[in-house]
């Protein structure tokens, strides 16, 4: 296959969407999530396929290729929920006149066409085409080998569902060969902004050999310290929540920081504390600090708050970090100075989610510090540019001193 043409195919179809009515892709939301609805059987019986494939994956993993009648409510809640959202395209971000009938306007657009490698969940692909489609962005995507069989029903449900009802045809792709990987991410005149999601030298390896912008994070390295004027109830509560709610996610507790004062009567409290038993390892090396997706979380015993903060910086990767206290002048410290995308305060790390943020949904979490950063939805999804209307105006006579401008903001 010519993946660039297919890249081409997909560009010129973009331009179509973003000028498309926000009416009709809405309409286009509503008959994939029907569709979604009517072909269930069929996508489980090919998600069952994958899971046999797998079946020597590791349970976490397992538990993210899964997709069964919970996450197709999740994915059409979503979808659904997105619809409601306002449209992130044509809002005016700023307007001002620069003289008598010369007008400027900033507005907001699409981006074009997004580049998505996502890792083996299905329910992701989902939520990326939807997206796409509400924000007016072309999509081309590519998932992990492992849900071959479920990312194939979904996307040629969605793909027939929302073309059938009006969208334009090629306004979306999906890569199904993991070495057309190299060769998209040299698509530069095509692919407007690239969406990685893996392991971080997968992420690394996007950076260093693209020339197209990349927006993502690696590693979901999320601390929780607990004070030593924590709430211990409260402070057991999170940190079993953080954990084991759902441990294959990015935005899962990895490293347990307690401050010297505490740490003895928490981790006597801990065993048994949750349904399910997690392993609490003592940090050793630097080794230690790392993403587990697993029922396994580092602790190490910190002198004060400061250290706690300078060990988050140091080996953190800037997703989402969490501090359990009562007293909010130390609250206050740790969520202005921890470097992350999320800084939290008595509440669990689970919550770094753009469904839980009321964005409907996210294509992905960046871990950056250019905007847009943490759970991206809608409104990361979109640019802008500078529309001007004049009545032949002319630099010339403002250059002259013919005339001048006269700035006024609408």
């Not at 060969?177 to 040299?186: N, Q």
């Not at 009562?326 to 410290?333: G, S, W």
């Not at 950056?368 to 010339?396: C, E, F, Q, S």
Request: proline share 3%; aromatic share 6%; with cysteine.
């Amino acid at each position: 296959m010519d993946y660039k043409e297919l890249a081409r195919e997909v560009k010129s179809a973009s331009i179509m969407l973003g000028s498309a009515p926000e009416k009709l892709r809405n309409e286009a939301l509503e008959a994939i999530a029907a569709a979604l609805e009517e072909k269930k059987e069929a996508i489980f019986a090919e998600n069952k396929k994958d899971l046999e494939a797998g079946s020597n994956l590791a349970k976490p993993i397992l538990g993210r290729l899964k997709f069964d009648e919970h996450k197709l409510e999740d994915v059409t809640a979503g979808i659904r929920g997105l619809m409601e959202l306002e449209d992130p395209s044509g809002k005016v971000l700023m307007e001002r006149d620069l003289d008598e009938g010369l007008h400027l306007v900033r507005v907001t657009c699409p981006i074009g066409v997004i580049g998505v490698i996502f890792e083996s969940r299905p329910d992701a692909l989902v939520q990326i085409s939807s997206l796409c489609i509400k924000s007016g962005n072309g999509a081309i995507l590519k998932g992990g080998s492992e849900a071959k069989h479920t990312n194939k029903i979904l996307f040629d449900t969605i793909y027939e569902a929302a073309v059938k009802a009006g969208l334009p045809e090629h306004f979306a792709a999906l890569i199904e060969d993991r070495t057309a990987i190299d060769e998209l991410i040299t698509c530069t005149e095509s692919i407007d902004l690239l969406i990685p999601r893996g392991s971080n030298a997968f992420v690394q390896h996007i950076m260093n050999n693209s020339d197209i912008p990349v927006m993502g994070h690696a590693d979901g390295i999320c601390h929780i310290y607990v004070d030593k004027e924590a709430d211990l109830n409260k402070a057991i509560k999170l940190i079993v929540d953080s954990k084991t709610q759902y441990v294959a996610a990015c935005n899962t507790a990895e490293t347990l920081l307690l401050h010297k004062e505490i740490a003895k009567e928490v981790m006597e409290r801990l065993p048994g504390a949750g349904e399910i038993e997690v392993e609490y390892i003592p940090a050793q090396s630097e080794a230690d600090y790392r993403e587990y997706l697993d029922y396994k979380m580092t602790v190490k015993v910190v002198e004060d708050e400061m250290e706690a903060i300078r060990h988050i910086n140091r080996y953190g990767s800037h997703h989402t970090d969490a501090i359990i206290t009562e007293n909010q002048q130390a609250a206050d410290l740790f969520q202005n100075l921890v470097d992350s995308a999320g800084v939290y305060h008595n509440a669990s790390t689970r919550f770094a989610d753009g469904f839980r943020y009321g964005f409907g949904a996210e294509v992905g979490i960046s871990t950056g510090k250019m905007p847009p950063r943490g759970p991206v939805g809608l409104d990361g999804l979109v640019t802008y540019k500078y529309k001007l209307k004049g009545n032949g105006h002319i630099v010339a006579d403002y250059a002259s001193g013919k005339k001048s401008f006269h700035f006024k903001d609408k």
